[in-house]
């Protein structure tokens, strides 16, 4: 049996498709911060039900689909029920759930799908394609078909939030009549595959993380050399094709004369040579410095729903940094902070990041995104805005230093903080660390302002919060202590 969101698996990898019917054991376990994504889609969607007073909602579950379709043929016969939310249907062997489905005067429906981002991606076509696919089969006379989402532009005054401000809706119904024949064909096309006596051969490669990421992402690769083809930084779905073509898998076997980028090729040398590329510029890069030298990092959270006045939907706010400084004499300090209260935390984390960095010294991060973020608190505080902006002055981002100027096969074709580090301190780990990445380090803070959460949950917290951000700022030392010493 399909369903919305296998058929949208199986426009990204008839791979996919199969496992998800077949095999879902191989699937990986949900990460702490794909559940964060599952989690904010439903609370927007069910705020999205306030725009309709009245409405139903059909609480059967995905199990229990076909009493799920009878209330909802109730709830249809019923002329006082203006909406149904998760209104469910079957029709040509594929069943869906409609987020909203609104009734008009003239007995037609409007085909409501909600989301819980600012813009309509390419994706949410099919998404709304393959419902009014379903609901024609099933002869609903179908007045509107679209997206129910965010708006970006919204900003919360602190008051009651006013849904029609925050919500914004994208008539999809022209794309969405555009697709029915190709829609009705690759239903044809899913159900011809699934019954085959076995799975279609489809090799990993970019599609599988385009339009998302796939579960099946690990069991699929769990069998490719140690330096893949698709460890090649940057390295396009047409160039994987034609290396698949040639039989070619490993780095390491990729003719000289293939086309690849600079930094691919640098790759592929430091793989076949397994030695380290060091341009003569880094050491320059590293010690043209004004001490105390900071090494910073940034924790923020960017809730769908802006909690805080004068925010908008998923606007970056900052709650935490930690500073580790180095002085000219070789002494290293560190200093942190975390805001704890369920406020707004910009002013007061403005207040105490310009305290600790002071009007000298070089600050190190890792990537753009301080950068950013004080741009960004320098637009809300224009009485802080000349401090703010003057330290970025002072910025020096060493994730772009390496990428110019150092590789190492370790890598593994990333750049990122827990790619370059085990490969350069070894000594170091996330491994121990109850919080390992920033999205999941969001989501736990958000956890902590739960007046609801227990004391001892909330210290647990914020101790692993203090300990992720500092081993991010202890980390930058240690990285650029080891590249000084390829000197």
């Not at 995905?62 to 009878?70: G, R, S, T």
């Not at 489905?101 to 709304?128: C, F, M, P």
């Not at 600790?356 to 505080?381: H, K, M, N």
């Not at 380090?441 to 909330?458: C, F, G, I, R, V």
Request: charged share 25%; net charge negative; hydrophobic share 40%.
């Amino acid at each position: 049996m399909l369903s919305k969101s296998r058929f949208l698996a199986g426009t990204q990898c008839h791979l996919r498709l199969w496992h998800q019917c077949y095999n879902r054991e191989l699937a990986s376990e949900v990460t702490p911060a794909q559940q964060a994504i599952f989690d904010a889609g439903q609370e927007v969607g069910r705020l999205a039900t306030g725009l309709f007073p009245g409405g139903v909602l059909i609480e059967e579950d995905h199990l229990h689909h076909a009493e799920a379709v009878q209330s909802t043929l109730a709830a249809m016969k019923n002329p006082d029920v203006p909406a149904i939310f998760e209104a469910a249907f079957i029709h040509d062997g594929v069943r869906v759930r409609v987020d909203i489905l609104e009734r008009l005067q003239n007995g037609g429906w409007n085909l409501i799908e909600v989301k819980s981002a600012t813009s309509v991606k390419n994706v949410y076509h099919a998404d709304v394609g393959v419902q009014y696919h379903v609901l024609k089969g099933s002869d609903l006379s179908i007045g509107r078909a679209g997206i129910l989402h965010l708006n970006s532009h919204y900003v919360y005054d602190g008051n009651k939030r006013q849904l029609d401000s925050l919500f914004t809706f994208s008539d999809l119904t022209e794309h969405v009549l555009a697709l029915q024949e190709d829609l009705t064909a690759r239903v044809a096309e899913f159900k011809e595959m699934l019954a085959a006596a076995s799975a279609p051969q489809i090799l990993p490669s970019r599609h599988c993380h385009s339009p998302y990421g796939c579960e099946f992402w690990e069991h699929c690769t769990a069998d490719m050399p140690e330096f893949w083809v698709m460890y090649l930084t940057g390295i396009r779905e047409e160039r994987l094709n034609e290396l698949a073509a040639m039989g070619i898998e490993d780095i390491r076997y990729i003719p000289r004369d293939f086309h690849l980028t600079e930094l691919q090729k640098r790759i592929r040398s430091c793989v076949v040579s397994r030695e380290e590329y060091v341009s003569p510029e880094l050491d320059k890069e590293l010690t043209e410095v004004e001490y105390p030298i900071h090494f910073l990092d940034f924790e923020t959270v960017s809730p769908p729903i802006p909690l805080y006045p004068h925010t908008r939907p998923y606007q970056a706010i900052p709650f935490q940094w930690s500073d580790h400084i180095l002085s000219e004499e070789g002494d290293l300090a560190h200093l942190s902070y975390l805001f704890k209260e369920d406020t707004d935390p910009r002013e007061d984390f403005a207040v105490t990041l310009l305290e600790t960095l002071g009007d000298s010294g070089t600050i190190f991060t890792y990537s753009t995104y301080e950068r950013r973020i004080v741009t960004e608190l320098a637009e809300y505080l224009p009485q802080r805005s000349g401090q703010l902006l003057a330290t970025l002055d002072r910025f020096k981002d060493l994730q772009a230093l390496i990428r110019r100027h150092f590789y190492n096969a370790a890598f593994y074709g990333s750049f990122s903080l827990k790619s370059v580090l085990p490969a350069l301190v070894s000594s170091m780990s996330y491994d121990d660390l109850l919080i390992q990445e920033g999205t999941h380090a969001s989501l736990q803070y958000l956890h902590m302002l739960n007046p609801s959460a227990p004391p001892e949950d909330k210290k647990k917290i914020e101790e692993a919060l203090l300990a992720y951000c500092s081993h991010d700022t202890l980390a930058m030392v240690k990285i650029r202590e080891a590249l000084l010493r390829r000197f």
